[in-house]
């Protein structure tokens, strides 16, 4: 059964997820260079009240209602609705959003490799485990009874190639 509004029991965890994989991000990009972090938290907050909402929200399903993170409701008081046909091309542009996992990923692996200070132990392990279990968390509990189900590359990663090819066929 899919669900018009998501309840808060579905919503808070994804906010305690996402606001551990934001902060221990931060926290390691600031632990590398102070200015960069700062640099880095800015954009973490960048995309997450206006870059995300422009690219996804205002062309999906949950516009102006509770999605499984509640941002249809911020996309709605802040940002005009654009075309639900054009969801998927949203997701085209998620490539802005990638430099948010990318960088601290990448400082992870170098201060692994490199056994930097900047990298305390164990912090970049539960950085990665914070990202597995978020993505556990909402592929089985949310993404289910989302009505973007079938159209979302989240939930069917080949969406965007289906897409693509189908309108190859009918042009």
């Known amino acids: 059964m899919k669900v018009d509004t998501y309840p808060w029991s579905k919503i808070l965890p994804r906010w305690f997820f996402g606001a551990a994989e934001m902060g221990l991000s931060v926290f390691l990009v600031l632990r590398f260079h102070m200015y960069i972090g700062l640099f880095f938290a800015a954009y973490w907050v960048l995309s997450m009240f206006a870059l995300?909402?422009?690219?996804?929200c205002t062309k999906c399903y949950y516009y102006g209602k509770r999605c499984n993170?509640?941002?249809g409701v911020w996309a709605g008081l802040a940002f005009t609705q654009g075309e639900q046909k054009y969801f998927q091309a949203g997701y085209?542009?998620?490539f802005i959003l990638w430099p948010l996992r990318f960088i601290p990923i990448g400082l992870?692996?170098?201060?692994?490799r490199n056994g930097l200070a900047f990298v305390p132990d164990g912090?970049?392990?539960i950085y990665l485990a914070?990202?597995?279990l978020h993505r556990l968390y909402y592929r089985s509990a949310n993404c289910p009874v989302c009505v973007q189900q079938e159209n979302c590359p989240v939930y069917n990663p080949?969406?965007?190639a289906e897409k693509a090819s189908s309108s190859e066929s009918t042009g």
């Open 69 to 71: 993170t509640a941002w």
């Open 52 to 56: 995300l909402p422009l690219i996804r």
């Open 108 to 112: 992870g692996v170098l201060g692994l």
């Open 92 to 94: 085209a542009l998620s």
């Open 123 to 125: 912090l970049f392990g």
């Open 130 to 132: 914070i990202i597995l």
């Open 158 to 160: 080949h969406v965007l």
